[in-house]
């Protein structure tokens, strides 16, 4: 009996083992990898300055993942600034306490301290990108996050012969913390960068930025994917190759119906895959980047510059520039946008949310504090319907699961105190705000619908704002007004764009819907940091739901203490 007991256990576990093999023919890997932040001095337009690194890089190292792995990331802050990591676009599924936001999902690793992000990557695919979530430190603490499809999976376009990482980013020839520092004190927007970069280089139209220039060699009649980044602090920016058009089948991780452009638009936080041939005569030519400003506001618009190379042509060879939009140019901004479809294949559905369970109104509002020692005797400050957010000292998360009270309110209101003519004649009198660390509670699975209104409340300006732990999709947008009789009847519900990051136009507004399917708390601001630092930021309390797989997973054993 001994023998047959063990001879059926053994046939059954090589059953099973050939069941789960057929099932599951790639088992999900754990890919670990060891973040030391780590301050590296780096020279720049002529000037060395010490700046926060992860592992002693800028950019950060890459993150290279298959849909379906676990990601494991110890983080080890060495720097004499606290240090929180934010996985921008994934999901983290019941697991806030992985997503990095400071003082909204977890307390911040100080100095001397480690904390590990583990987590998931469930139903993503694409390019997403990583960096730190506290203070301005995003400045120069970056990096990509690849995601391959599952084995066997092909992406829903031409196979490219070869990939490229494209991160843009600004460059101050000062200490980042520094200048913002200097701009609270006096009440008013810090210096702007002093450079834009393509990987960390500013390229040759700068002082000093010959050897700090970003070249790519490519091979005629190849394909190339690019996975551009939008690591920026503070500045839209367009992006184009000289002579060479790009075809764009993916943003912020989801596959778009392609179409090809001289230029595109990406805001600060978004990704932008393209296709690029190497179709054209060989030669140099410059890739470039410079901002989009369609408000009256000043704008670092000088222009990051590399180099696209076809193999065997020497560098003496003097590239062109591309023909990039006008730095106000409004109606490319709105066109391209438009053309941002979801693929919405059979592989790939875009399930928009058709009936809405709660609908929310958010002003976006510039104002100004009341501050005696600052310049004008006024400090500037963002709000959302009215009211400028007040981070906590405690992560919100941790009292929330907790149930620790006195640290939030969940009275965040779905509409503005009162209507005005949101986008009429600046408004610039009674410009008092409201101050709070006010929440809105979401009901666990419900669909909700939001529409983001931009208001002349000192200026018009165009804001892209990040809903962490969710993707969304952009079913609607305008410029004035927004009208909840007739703009909805012209939303699209068939194919809209499926992004986390959208840019709300200048004087207008934009609607997005998603399904509150993921428990915990999750931030929402505007990417623009100076907006972000000012309290343009909320937060929503998605509730547990029934089941067991609906609630928020137990915090770790190491998350940092406050």
């Not at 802050?77 to 606290?82: F, L, Q, R």
């Not at 066109?335 to 979801?342: A, E, T």
Request: aromatic content about 12%.
């Amino acid at each position: 009996m001994a023998i047959q007991g063990g001879f059926f256990s053994r046939t059954t576990l090589f059953l099973v083992g050939f069941i789960a093999f057929i099932c599951f023919p790639a088992e999900a890997a754990v890919k670990k990898y060891q973040f030391d932040i780590q301050v590296k001095n780096v020279s720049r337009l002529c000037h060395a300055k010490p700046i926060v690194t992860v592992n002693g890089r800028f950019p950060g190292p890459t993150i290279y993942v298959r849909e379906g792995d676990r990601v494991v990331v110890n983080v080890t802050n060495h720097a004499k600034y606290n240090m929180s990591i934010h996985w921008h676009g994934l999901k983290q599924y019941r697991n806030g306490w992985a997503d990095g936001p400071a003082y909204i999902t977890q307390c911040p690793i100080q100095t001397g301290n480690s904390y590990t992000y583990d987590f998931n990557v469930t139903g993503q695919r694409g390019t997403l990108w990583w960096h730190a979530h506290i203070l301005w430190l995003r400045a120069t603490v970056y990096g990509a996050i690849v995601i391959m499809p599952k084995q066997g999976t092909p992406f829903p376009f031409p196979k490219p012969n070869m990939e490229q990482i494209i991160i843009l980013g600004e460059w101050w020839h000062t200490d980042v913390e520094e200048v913002v520092k200097r701009g609270t004190n006096m009440g008013l927007p810090p210096n702007m960068s002093d450079a834009h970069t393509i990987n960390g280089k500013p390229g040759p139209l700068f002082p000093c930025s010959e050897k700090h220039t970003f070249a790519m060699q490519v091979e005629s009649g190849k394909t190339y994917l690019l996975r551009i980044i939008n690591a920026a602090l503070n500045d839209e920016l367009f992006f184009a190759i000289a002579s060479h058009n790009m075809t764009v089948v993916e943003v912020d991780a989801v596959y778009t119906k392609p179409f090809t452009t001289q230029s595109i638009l990406i805001a600060p936080g978004q990704t932008t895959n393209v296709l690029v041939q190497a179709n054209q005569s060989p030669g140099r030519y410059f890739i470039a980047a410079r901002p989009f400003m369609d408000a009256p506001l000043p704008v670092d618009n000088k222009t990051a510059t590399g180099i696209l190379q076809y193999k065997g042509i020497p560098n003496t060879v003097l590239p062109t520039l591309p023909q990039l939009p006008a730095p106000n140019d409004t109606a490319f901004a709105l066109s391209y946008n438009k053309r941002l479809r979801s693929l919405n294949s059979a592989n790939f559905p875009a399930n928009v949310p058709m009936k809405v369970d709660r609908k929310l109104f958010y002003t976006i509002g510039l104002g100004k504090d009341p501050c005696p020692t600052c310049v004008n005797g006024t400090r500037l400050l963002a709000s959302l319907n009215n009211i400028s957010f007040v981070m906590p000292e405690i992560a919100l998360l941790q009292a929330h699961y907790f149930n620790r009270t006195g640290v939030f309110r969940t009275d965040f209101p779905d509409k503005p105190p009162k209507p005005f003519n949101y986008t009429g004649a600046p408004l610039t009198a009674s410009l008092g705000t409201a101050h709070g660390t006010r929440l809105s509670k979401i009901a666990f699975n419900s669909t909700v619908e939001l529409v983001l209104q931009d208001t002349n409340l000192l200026t018009v300006e165009s804001h892209p704002f990040h809903l962490h732990g969710y993707n969304f999709f952009v079913v609607g947008t305008g410029i004035g007004n927004f009208d909840p009789v007739k703009d909805p009847a012209k939303y699209n519900l068939v194919d809209p764009v499926e992004r986390n990051t959208v840019g709300v136009p200048t004087g207008g507004w934009t609607a997005i819907r998603f399904r509150a399917d993921n428990p915990g708390i999750w931030f929402m601001h505007c990417h623009l940091e100076l907006h972000t630092s000012w309290g343009l930021k909320m937060a929503f309390v998605v509730e547990d739901g029934t089941g067991a797989d609906q609630s928020i997973l137990p915090p770790p054993k190491d998350l940092p203490p406050c």
